[in-house]
Structure formats: C-alpha cells, structure tokens
C-alpha cells in the first residue's frame, strides 16, 4: 500500500481527492466528466486522448463535443462506446 493510500484510509478521505488520479463520472451513455487530467492531446469526433498524471485515458465513439472544459476538467458529450486507460 503506498502512503496517499495509508493516508486517504486513515483520513477516510476519498483516494482521488489525495492521490491526484482521474475520477470519471458517466453518464448513461451520453456524457462524460473527467476530473483531474493535466492536458487534452487529441480530439476527434470519435476519439479523445487524455494525459492524466499516471496515464492516458481514451474515449472513443461517435459525435463528440466539448461541452466545458476547465483546469482539471472536461465535460465530453456524445456517443460513448468504449472508455480504455493506456
């Protein structure tokens, strides 16, 4: 167990308020909220790459757009068939 682990337990305090990695929220297929990545790398209507701290996280499917984007925070809406973490 590493030590934002230990901390995030001993706290009880959610691992990704402490530990800096991507929370996503889906919903239903329409809509995505990706919170805590550093830079958008790509984004093409069916496909969005995302640079996170401790990875890539890729969104494919169909008719995306951006519908807020913020430090830290993307809100992607469209089809979503597939989300993969590279």
């Known amino acids: 167990m590493d030590n934002l682990r230990a901390v995030s337990d001993i706290f009880d305090i959610p691992y990704d308020a402490v ?4 929370r996503i929220t ?7 909220y ?11 209507k069916d496909n969005i ?3 996170c701290k401790s990875c890539l996280i890729a969104l494919s ?4 757009s951006i519908k807020a984007i913020r430090e830290g925070c993307i809100l992607v809406c469209g ?7 590279i």
Request: zero cysteines.
């Open 19 to 22: 530990g800096n990695v991507p």
């Open 26 to 32: 889906v919903s239903g297929e329409k809509e995505v």
């Open 34 to 44: 990706v919170e805590n990545f550093i830079t958008l790398l790509e984004y093409k």
């Open 49 to 51: 790459k995302l640079k």
């Open 61 to 64: 499917g169909a008719d995306f």
């Open 79 to 85: 089809k979503i068939e597939a989300i993969k973490f």
